[in-house]
């Protein structure tokens, strides 16, 4: 099969889906751009699932919005919580109905985005959807509104061939998985449970197949009052945190000397522990009494979170007993956000297979996999049964500056989609 057949050789079928992928191009184009505009930050994705709903419903599929209420599954040990995010807001699911007794699919992304930060970084508008140079820049336009946007376009593309698969094809998006994976949490526990799933995460076209472990901690200190003038009678918070921080800057350099899995073969230094965030004081001429820095502290796949959770506070420990003054008023430890398990798959999956075929028959290359070094959502298909993979599009900036997704990228990897989704779905 070359990349000018339809997604099945000699198949009317695929050649009709084909066809309308191509005629779809350019509606999809300016859906990506018209979401990308809407700067759905965790905590506030309503208006951007309620604008995927429309465009969803203008494809010709029935879609469901359903709100997403973390005191429903509050005592799951993997449920987060997102200090800065309000009440329920909805996830979305949407279904083409197969015809057969097929294989069933869901295409997954999430619709949420992380801040945009310092807005000197930006050469433009983070939020403008400009398009320059067959790239769309803006905020979540890589991470992943450019993946989901090509589920959808790969999806209303059997609609507007009026192919029906054999079986069902759900498209599904969801909120909250920049901070904890709560929607995609819910989504696993109220359904509808798949034969697989692909979710559509940036991945400069590569397959991904194993995720880290990640946890979020805020670690607060203390310090002694005193006039700022009388050195010897203070201690600065702040500069007790920065002993601290040195000494968890270790924390990872010891793991990765022990780590090994296949995936991450050749990437120097996979777990990391990244300082986010830190707050301390109020006057420059008073002593700071607390200091908090948040963590992000990622670890081997196979831990447990309980075990992620161990080894920082035996670390935290470790460091206050070697210290004068944290001896005795050792840190606070405080878990919010992420505590999310590591997570791989196979390549001999069936699923991972039949995406690699799809990669393969559309670009005439093989396909490529490997890692992501961050965590995702797949780890929840994996915890309901479901055989999951990665596979998005191409572009930079993600969680930075001038963020921008390739558009013949996506435009491929719907491709790619539709052509697993016939294979697949039959």
């Known amino acids: 099969m070359t990349a000018s057949d339809g997604p099945t050789t000699g198949d009317a079928r695929g050649t009709a889906v084909r066809t309308s992928l191509e005629a779809l191009a350019p509606r999809y184009r300016d859906v990506l751009a018209g979401l990308v505009a809407i700067p759905s930050v965790v905590g506030r994705e309503r208006p951007a699932q309620e604008y995927l709903r429309d465009v969803v419903a203008d494809a010709g599929l029935r879609p469901e919005l359903y709100e997403v209420d973390r005191n429903t599954f509050a005592d799951d040990p993997r449920a987060g919580t997102a200090d800065d995010a309000p009440g329920p807001r909805p996830n979305l699911v949407a279904t083409l109905s197969g015809g057969g007794d097929g294989r069933s699919l869901t295409l997954s992304g999430h619709v949420d985005v992380v801040p945009v930060g310092d807005l000197e970084g930006w050469s433009r508008d983070p939020f403008s959807a400009v398009i320059e140079d067959g790239r769309l820049h803006g905020r979540g336009s890589l991470d992943m509104k450019g993946g989901l946007v090509a589920a959808i376009h790969a999806i209303a593309a059997f609609q507007h061939a009026g192919v029906q ?90 793991l990765n000397d022990a780590f090994d899995h296949p995936a991450y073969d050749g990437i120097e230094a996979p777990l990391t522990l990244n300082v986010g965030t830190i707050e301390g004081g109020d006057w420059p001429s008073s002593v700071p009494l607390r200091c908090r820095a948040g963590v992000r502290f990622s670890y081997p796949i196979g831990w447990s979170i309980d075990d992620a959770k161990r080894a920082l506070e035996d670390h935290i420990r470790a460091i206050a007993a070697e210290d004068v003054w944290m001896r005795d008023h050792p840190p606070a430890i405080r878990y919010h956000g992420f505590v999310a398990t590591g997570w791989d798959i196979g390549t001999d999956e069936p699923v991972v297979r039949s995406v690699m075929d799809a990669v393969s028959a559309e670009t005439g290359q093989p396909a490529e996999t490997g890692p992501l070094l961050g965590a995702a959502d797949a780890r929840f298909f994996a915890d309901a049964g479901i055989p999951a993979v990665y596979y998005g599009p191409a572009g930079e900036g993600q969680h930075g500056p001038d963020e921008w997704v390739d558009l013949a990228s996506v435009e491929r990897v719907a491709r790619v989609l539709a052509r697993t989704a016939l294979a697949w779905c039959g």
């Open 165 to 254: 698969p054999a079986g069902d094809l759900v498209f599904e998006s969801v909120i909250e998985e920049e901070a904890t994976g709560n929607g995609a949490l819910a989504a696993r526990l109220r359904g509808p449970s798949t034969d697989a799933a692909i979710i559509p995460e940036l991945s400069d076209e590569r397959l991904l197949v194993a995720t880290l472990g990640v946890i979020w901690a805020e670690v607060t200190t203390v310090g002694h009052s005193a006039y700022v003038g009388r050195a010897g009678e203070s201690v600065n918070a702040i500069d007790v945190m920065q002993r601290l921080l040195a000494g968890l800057r270790q924390l990872p350099e010891t």
